[in-house]
């Protein structure tokens, strides 16, 4: 990759602060935008800013024409077909989309790993209260892997799990799972298979088809795209198992005050006026990262991890979350210190050097309070992040842990 090059892209990284420049390592929350995809939006409110799929007129079928092109270019992105591509506003919109969508029975089970984000539980637990399915928890291993022999026993003694929905790549740890031998299990026993791709396909090459996974979940603001932007990929067949919660208009073909007739899948899970622009800078983001290209990407994030990890591990008073192997936790170290507060310490990097973190829990609560952690500094990583960074990271966590 060519570094500078790539950073150019990037006006945030141009600019500095008390004379210091911004170390952004708070890439699992949101990444930074290049110029590229902000262009592209305005392209759309400058020259097209029409409805599409409703207006005849030429602004209309522009923008019909751009955010179909939109939906092929995710679609090809991840190997799917553009009617397997249903976009959202995030990926918690689409795996609710699944949970209210899925045609549950009486006394049915979802089945989740202990690590997932608020938006891959809390869905289940209010399904759990209001109409009583059935939540299971797979622990993982004590190295903090994941566990496949007890997956597989579960779902082997359990008849009544008719999905698993988990986390691809954890945002607590950066662990990604086996998903490819998860989904061969559970489908030979007849169970869906949901994965939570929001801190994967950033940053890694995915294929759906590979991945064996029924639903597919990811947000644009993981991945250089646009706030409120995201997809659901629904494998074609596994779409039948979906009934469409959410109706209005462009979610039929017609109507009457008795009856309504559904448009076919991807239009019938997309009902209101959609965010064009946002579909439109989806797809730049995703141009973009196809020139880096991914399999770069993850090679970098990995190398970057493991110099900090060496650096935290010379620090006393020290613990990182997750497998102790950096290469198992692509590019995202979190961790905590049994002197200072998590929340502190992000504050002093912020004033110290710029150093742009994230602290707290991370919307894995349930992990955290399941440990006895009150929380952790989590630095995150991308491929516009450099070793001069690091090593300013690093540099700045030394004195502050000199402070404690």
């Not at 950033?202 to 996974?213: E, K, M, N």
């Not at 650096?311 to 170290?333: A, C, F, H, K, T």
Request: hydrophobic fraction near 35%.
């Amino acid at each position: 990759m060519n570094m500078e090059k790539l950073r150019d892209d990037f006006p945030i990284l141009q600019k500095t602060i008390n004379g210091k420049p911004i170390v952004y390592f708070d890439n699992a929350c949101m990444t930074l935008r290049p110029k590229q995809v902000i262009e592209s939006m305005d392209q759309y409110y400058y020259e097209y800013p029409a409805c599409a799929g409703r207006s005849s007129h030429r602004l209309g079928a522009k923008a019909t024409e751009e955010y179909h092109k939109s939906r092929e270019t995710v679609a090809e992105f991840i190997g799917a077909r553009p009617e397997e591509v249903i976009f959202t506003k995030n990926t918690t919109e689409g795996i609710n989309l699944v949970a209210n969508s899925f045609l549950f029975g009486k006394d049915d089970a979802v089945l989740t790993t202990d690590k997932e984000h608020n938006s891959n539980l809390l869905p289940w637990l209010l399904l759990k209260n209001r109409k009583g399915l059935k939540h299971l928890v797979l622990r993982s291993s004590q190295d903090n892997t994941f566990d496949l022999e007890a997956f597989s026993q579960t779902v082997g003694t359990n008849r009544n799990i008719r999905l698993v929905s988990m986390v691809h790549t954890s945002n607590l740890d950066g662990y990604t799972i086996p998903a490819r031998e998860i989904a061969k299990i559970a489908h030979e026993h007849e169970i869906a298979v949901m994965l939570d791709c929001a801190q994967s396909a950033p940053h890694r090459r995915i294929s759906v088809r590979d991945l064996g996974a029924d639903f597919i979940s990811f947000s644009g603001h993981k991945m250089l795209g646009p706030t409120g932007t995201g997809v659901l990929y629904a494998r074609e067949d596994a779409l039948e198992k979906l009934q469409p919660f959410m109706l209005g208009g462009e979610t039929v073909v017609n109507s009457t005050y008795e009856t309504y007739e559904l448009e076919a899948p991807p239009e019938m899970f997309e009902a209101g006026l959609q965010n064009y622009a946002g579909a439109i800078g989806l797809a730049a983001a995703v141009n973009y990262l196809e020139g880096i290209p991914l399999e770069s990407v993850e090679k970098h994030e990995t190398s970057l991890n493991k110099a900090i990890t060496e650096g935290l591990q010379e620090m006393p008073g020290l613990s990182v979350i997750g497998p102790e192997n950096p290469e198992l936790r692509g590019g995202i170290i979190s961790f905590f210190s049994e002197k200072m507060n998590h929340h502190d310490i992000a504050l002093m990097l912020d004033e110290l050097g710029n150093i742009e973190v994230r602290s707290g829990m991370h919307c894995v609560h349930s992990w955290f309070n399941a440990h006895g952690i009150g929380g952790s500094v989590r630095a995150s990583l991308y491929f516009y992040n450099t070793q001069e960074e690091c090593e300013i990271f690093l540099g700045a966590l030394r004195k502050i842990m000199k402070l404690g």
